[in-house]
């Protein structure tokens, strides 16, 4: 007679292997690992270390920043009708009623006025524009001014550079589509820029108007480069930066245990997520309340545009105010040429001028990296402002060239303000763009070597204590003590000078990371 062996039964998906009933967090982290690659691709990622300093946190302000101004952005789009005919206001701000507009100015007043919380989700979009535009600058600022972009980080520093150029396109789409007389000003100059263009300057405005400025076209066109073109462009940039920016781990400060082969920080999951969710809450709560109490853009105070006007004192937003400084301090120079006219005057600053500038910024980590001989060695420690006298010193003249012009393109709100001459301010302000940039440059370079010699004095003797001795020799001596505290990146012993002309550090720092990773 055969005999059988019951085997035992296997456990259900609610028992463990031991016998114990699993919990439903742990049952749907087992489904969703037999479908996807749960455990084993997320894993390194749930562990990745973000290093925690406050300068890290820029990039992540203006991704919750790109965040809610695609949220905002949504609902806005419900009741804005990007339309050019005209149309008679009859809404409920009573100065303009029987005034004849255009369909997008009516219905921007519209959300403004008529729709339950419409004046606080545009003004929370317009100022999550505007932090989104400062908080890519200054994170741009901070990798420039640590190095961050050196090898192999290079890429990320051009998409991020390219972030930033389209953030100030989209920003200038959105400011235009209210077809207000503050945006319509801002257009009828960006037309006679397209103008100044030789030889295709008038086809290109005829393409980008459809017809004789300002026609009937530019507002729909903007608006689906607006709500389309470049949010998708920009969403699918910060993508690929994102993915780069985990896959060559993030650049950390020196200090005991950081190297170029590793990086010291919080875990991705949990810490880190914890803390940049409590940011984007923090970053929406304060966009919420500059929406709420800071009034910015109110159109209804322009009006309509007319193609006949042109708005007191206007100002565009600071991030495009570099452009109308550059054109205000340019001389009125034209050049006529077998019966064409180039407007140099328009031409250098608004299309030269910027192109250059950009040219130079996408250029720069390469040059830099050929000068200093690092384009062969991978680069994970962040450099100290200090520590590259010419670098800090060519940033440092650079905002400085920034501020020149941003301050020229508000030169006649500063001259009533002030009661000062506007010819003699726009005079100063054309010298001061080529000199102050070149003095700012020499006195950075020299403090950062004032700094380095500061503090190499400092590591070799201590601390002063404030004590003071007599020696045996009669003299007077102070006391000092070996120094204890270090802030972030700081060295823990003294290093050497660095090389004038680059500004290339010792090479008593870390050896640089092999490689391969």
């Known amino acids: 007679m055969r005999t059988t062996r019951r085997r035992p039964a296997p456990p259900s998906s609610a028992q463990r292997a ?53 949220l905002t952005g949504v609902w806005l789009t419900f009741f804005f009708r990007p339309e050019m005919r005209e149309v008679v206001y009859q809404g409920q701000y009573v100065p303009l009623r029987g005034v004849r507009m255009s369909a997008a100015f009516d219905s921007t007043l519209h959300i403004s006025f008529d729709v339950r919380g419409g004046l606080l989700v545009r003004q ?32 990320n520093w051009v998409i991020g550079l390219t972030l930033f150029v389209l953030a100030l396109a989209e920003g200038f789409a959105g400011y235009s589509l209210p077809d207000d007389l503050l945006s319509g000003t801002g257009l009828r100059i960006a037309q006679g820029i397209m103008l100044s263009i030789p030889v295709v300057g008038t086809y290109v405005s005829m393409f980008v108007f459809g017809a004789e400025y300002p026609g009937e076209d530019i507002v729909p066109r903007l608006y689906g480069m607006h709500i389309l073109l470049l949010p998708g462009a920009l969403i699918a940039l910060v993508t690929v930066h994102l993915i780069l920016v985990f896959h060559l781990k993030h650049t950390q400060w020196r200090g005991p245990g950081h190297s170029n082969r590793n990086a010291v920080g919080k875990p991705f ?72 006219t180039l407007m140099w005057n328009v031409l250098l600053p608004a299309v030269v ?16 990296q050929r000068l200093t001989g690092e384009r062969s060695q991978e680069q ?27 301050l020229a393109g508000g030169n006649d709100v500063v001259a009533q303000t002030f009661r000062i001459s506007l ?40 601390e002063e204590t404030g004590e003071v001795r007599q020696n045996v020799a009669g003299g ?42």
Not at 137 to 154: D, K, M, S, V
Not at 355 to 367: G, K, Q, S
Request: aromatic share 10%.
């Open 353 to 368: 001028l910027p192109a250059l500038l950009f040219l130079v910024l996408y250029l720069y980590p390469f040059v830099e």
């Open 18 to 70: 031991d016998g114990r009933v699993r919990r439903p967090g742990e049952r749907l982290a087992d489904a969703a690992d037999g479908r996807l690659p749960v455990l084993d691709g997320g894993g390194r990622i749930l562990r990745k270390a973000f290093p925690d300093h406050w300068s890290f946190l820029l990039g992540e302000i203006a991704l919750y920043s790109l965040i809610v101004l695609v």
């Open 476 to 517: 007077y001596e102070s006391g000092h003590r070996p120094v204890d505290h270090f802030r972030p990146g700081a060295p823990r012993v003294p290093i050497s000078s660095a090389d004038g002309r680059t500004g290339t550090p010792s090479r008593e720092h870390p050896e640089p990371a092999p490689r391969s990773r």
């Open 423 to 462: 010819n003699t301010l726009t005079w100063v302000l054309r010298i001061a763009l080529v000199v102050a940039p070149v003095l700012v440059f020499l006195l950075t370079r020299r403090l950062c070597h004032a700094l380095l010699d500061a503090e190499r004095e400092t590591l070799e003797e201590g």
């Open 269 to 340: 999951h949990p810490q880190f997520m914890a803390s940049s969710g409590g940011l984007f809450l923090m970053v929406f709560g304060v966009l919420a309340l500059l929406g709420g109490v800071a009034q910015v853009n109110p159109v209804w105070v322009y009006g309509p545009y007319r193609p006949d006007q042109a708005s007191t004192g206007s100002q565009p937003d600071w991030y495009v105010g570099f452009l109308e400084g550059a054109l205000r301090l340019v001389p009125p120079w034209e050049t006529t040429l077998a019966g064409h």
């Open 380 to 406: 994970h420690l962040c450099d100290r402002p200090r520590e590259r006298p010419v670098r800090t010193g060519l940033g440092a003249a650079g905002i400085t060239f920034y501020g020149v012009l941003l």
């Open 124 to 155: 929370t979009h317009h100022w999550a524009a505007l932090v989104f535009v400062a908080a890519i600058g200054l994170h741009l600022l901070r990798i420039f001014f640590t190095g961050a972009f050196r090898r192999p980080r290079e890429v």
